[in-house]
């Protein structure tokens, strides 16, 4: 590989990490308060039930908290989301590159099954990051009243490091993982196959759809992140919010506490906070793919 080739894939790799931070940053204002009512939602005690819906625990925040109230925690996914769409749009993209590369026809472009397995790829790189900042973000968000237990995020962080060192900080990261995997496959799958159908509608390319048609296909891979993974995301903010302490945990690990979902609340126990997370998936993520697609046209 020439210096030039060098030089190219590494101005690649850096537009990816630059337009994925403004794409998560732009994410997470517009979706941040509909995740703390699904969180809360998730984790809510099953037999004393402090929310009945979706409305409920948005009024009950609101009037209990303040509108501030749905951003607690938003430190975290702010710097983290930043981080781990830096992270998640590098990975596509490099995961892209390696797949073509050992591809049967390597100078052609992937195709949809290539573009899936990229993003299931990507999602092992995710998870990673994912996994503590979602750790810090829920212990935030289901804090409530004036008994907290966390100052601030970087206090969440802190003492989660004292307590538990750095297996405290990935607690819940095989939960992660499981939901990280397949979710990107099917949110790239979904955004790559509604990108390609409305640029054969109009017959243009896809670096000529509007900004309208952009937000449209980032909103149907969120829908398909979100829709195909849901189960998982409960178990994993169950575990998350969990105790830091090992030892005063409910759940030894992810079986353990998807076995006591099921046991007590059957299979609606999986969907405990779907409404308000199908609500922000479509523009949360319509404004990070339109964010991050004009960051990158900005750059070329």
């Known amino acids: 590989m020439s210096s030039n080739n060098k030089d190219s894939q590494l101005m690649i790799a850096l537009k990816d990490i630059i337009a994925g931070s403004i794409g998560g940053v732009g994410q997470v204002f517009t979706g941040h308060p509909l995740d703390t009512i699904k969180v809360r939602l998730q984790t809510q005690s099953v037999g004393n039930p402090i929310y009945s819906g979706t409305m409920d625990c948005l009024k009950k925040t609101i009037s209990q908290e303040g509108f501030a109230g749905l951003y607690k925690g938003v430190a975290s996914p702010l710097v983290g989301l930043s981080i781990m769409n830096s992270v998640m749009f590098l990975a596509y993209g ?57 100052k601030s995020t970087a206090d969440c962080a802190k003492q989660i490091w004292k307590v538990g060192g750095i297996r405290g900080v990935f607690q819940g990261l095989g939960a992660t993982l499981v939901r990280d995997i397949p979710a990107n496959a099917c949110y790239f799958g979904a955004y790559e196959l509604c990108r390609d159908f409305l640029a054969s509608k109009d017959n243009i390319s896809v670096n000529q759809l509007s900004s309208l048609q952009i937000m449209a296909a980032g909103g149907a891979g969120g829908v398909s992140y979100w829709t195909l993974t849901y189960p998982a995301d409960v178990v994993k903010s169950t575990m998350q919010t969990d105790a830091i302490v090992k030892s005063q945990r409910k759940y030894k690990n992810m079986i353990d506490c998807a076995s006591k979902i099921y046991k007590q609340q059957g299979i609606a126990g999986f969907y405990k906070g779907f409404t308000p997370c199908f609500i922000r998936s479509v523009p949360a993520n319509a404004a990070c793919f339109v964010l991050y697609e004009k960051a990158r046209q900005i750059m070329s």
């Open 94 to 150: 490099q995961s892209k590159t390696l797949i073509q590369k050992f591809s049967d026809n390597p100078n052609e472009a992937l195709d949809l099954k290539g573009l899936t397995a990229a993003g299931a790829l990507a999602g092992i790189a995710i998870g990673f990051v994912d996994a503590p900042v979602d750790l810090f973000k829920s212990q935030m968000q289901v804090q409530q009243g004036d008994k907290n237990q966390y």
